[in-house]
């Protein structure tokens, strides 16, 4: 039995797999998991051409295809719940977001992550 289930924050995969007949594991689980899966010709001469271009195994196109597309669909949800926070924002509610939003943006242009200090602007002219 192999079962991979990915959460709605697409942080965490959950795995059960079948070892030594029980079901479960005893001790580390291997890094990897073994499965079967059902493809397409079309889609399996894909995954060969692939393969064949990048010089990895079927296996390896197959993860990096399957975690693009989770991270993809965790990007999409995030997107679409940030746009539905604020489309459900009243007209104050949104006047102080752009509000704190513009103080951060400046505040943030004035930060420096290097050793020497950032220099100093003048006041924007509108």
């Not at 942080?11 to 797999?17: C, D, E, N, R, Y």
């Not at 998991?33 to 493809?39: A, D, E, G, Q, R």
């Not at 939003?101 to 930060?111: F, G, H, P």
């Not at 220099?119 to 509108?126: K, N, S, T, V």
């Amino acid at each position: 039995m192999c079962e991979v289930r990915c959460g709605v924050a697409g942080a965490q995969l959950s795995g059960v797999a079948s070892s030594r007949g029980n079901g479960r594991y005893i001790g580390r689980m291997p890094s990897k998991l073994k499965v079967s899966l059902s493809l397409s010709p079309e889609v399996l001469a894909l995954v060969d051409r692939a393969a064949k271009q990048r010089k990895h195994t079927r296996s390896a196109v197959v993860e990096q295809w399957l975690r693009r597309a989770v991270t993809t669909e965790i990007e999409q949800t995030i997107e679409q719940a940030t746009a539905e926070y604020y489309q459900s924002l009243r007209v104050a509610e949104r006047a102080a977001d752009e509000s704190l939003s513009k103080a951060l943006s400046r505040a943030a242009r004035r930060v420096s992550y290097d050793e020497g200090a950032a220099p100093r602007r003048g006041r924007a002219q509108r």
